[in-house]
């Protein structure tokens, strides 16, 4: 079946750097997504890619769909505390297909 | 608008008892998808309806779980009878079937079976 790799597993940054984290996928997919879960609440969707070579940014956040579309990378900048979380990643093969997701990034912004 | 609302927040049970998780989608989506996730195996997909009827639900672990969604604001997912390996934390989602892929979570239920 389909798997998706995240990376990093985890970071840890100084308040103020940019992150950059990416997933990949054995196979296509025709949506990319990622989510960020805060401790105990459900993950919260950031950024929707539909189109391969799609880049899409929302505020301190850019998302890239891969022109392959085996491939999407998540780019944070000027990272502040409240950008601690988890992130996940997900991807959709057709419109009525499940979401696969990543394994998750686990980021710590020290102040 | 409210979001998700899942029911209860957390529930602690012991191995064999019935456990019922309840879940109201956000009004005028219509497809729900319920989610399990442990630090093992990561967000698995359990079971998705749409439009109320069930498309796959292939992620059902095993008989002890079923789901029902018997109108467009209201499902749930029950565990009969429950086992410690069930600890986990269940997410329902829901969508627009038109913008499937845009999933939007409620805030879990943290289930513990001793």
């Known amino acids: 079946g389909q798997q998706l790799n995240q990376s990093p597993q985890s970071m840890f940054i100084q308040e103020g750097e940019d992150v950059s984290m990416n997933c990949t996928s054995s196979?296509?997919?025709?949506?990319w997504l990622w989510y960020k879960q805060d401790p105990g609440e459900g993950p919260v969707l950031l950024i929707a890619?539909?189109?391969?070579?799609e880049l899409t940014s929302n505020g301190r956040l850019t998302a890239q769909f891969g022109i392959t579309r085996k491939d999407s990378f998540l780019n944070i900048s000027a990272s502040i505390p409240s950008d601690v979380g988890i992130y996940f990643c997900?991807?959709?093969?057709?419109?009525?297909?499940?979401?696969?997701f990543g394994q998750g990034t686990i980021l710590t912004v020290h102040p | 608008d409210a979001g998700v609302i899942q029911s209860p927040r957390h529930e602690v049970t012991e191995m064999g008892q019935e456990v019922t998780l309840r879940c109201k989608p956000i009004?005028?989506?219509?497809?729900l998808f319920w989610y399990r996730q442990t630090m093992m195996r990561g967000l698995e997909l359990l079971i998705y309806?749409?439009?109320?009827?069930?498309?796959?639900d292939s992620g059902m672990p095993e008989d002890r779980f079923s789901a029902k969604m018997p109108n467009a604001s209201f499902s749930t997912l029950k565990i009969q009878p429950s086992e410690p390996r069930d600890s986990a934390v269940y997410f329902c989602?829901?969508?627009?079937?038109?913008?499937?892929?845009?999933?939007?979570f409620g805030p879990g239920t943290r289930l513990t079976v001793l």
């Open positions: 989602a829901s969508s627009f079937s038109s913008i499937f892929n845009e999933q939007f």
């Open positions: 196979s296509i997919f025709n949506t």
């Open positions: 890619l539909y189109k391969a070579g």
């Open positions: 997900a991807g959709q093969l057709g419109g009525y297909g499940k979401l696969t």
């Open positions: 009004s005028g989506h219509n497809s």
């Open positions: 309806f749409n439009n109320n009827v069930p498309i796959d």
